[in-house]
């Protein structure tokens, strides 16, 4: 079921590490929120649209997953 509320942040966080893998530190600064009831980060991992691994250089990285960009373009949306 789709969320009003959430997938519209869904797809505007999928489609920020879309673009290029970002350090996990990066995205969890620009995504960071104080609303409990805004569970952007924890619901874009738990379906599974973003994941986190490790980069040749051992830093953590977050990046979207092939379920993430096909959310994005049923979603008529794509990476910038």
């Known amino acids: 079921m789709l969320s009003v509320t959430i997938d519209p942040l ?4 999928v489609a920020f590490v879309a673009k ?4 996990y530190d ?3 600064d620009a995504w960071r929120t104080s609303c409990p009831r805004l ?8 379906r599974g649209l973003i994941t986190r691994g490790r980069g040749e250089d051992k830093t953590l990285i977050v990046q979207a997953t092939s379920t993430g960009l096909r959310f994005l373009q049923e979603g008529g949306r794509s990476p910038d």
């Open 39 to 46: 569970t952007v980060w924890e619901d874009a991992i738990d």
């Open 26 to 28: 990066e995205v969890i």
């Open 10 to 13: 869904l797809m505007d966080l």
């Open 20 to 23: 290029r893998p970002r350090p």
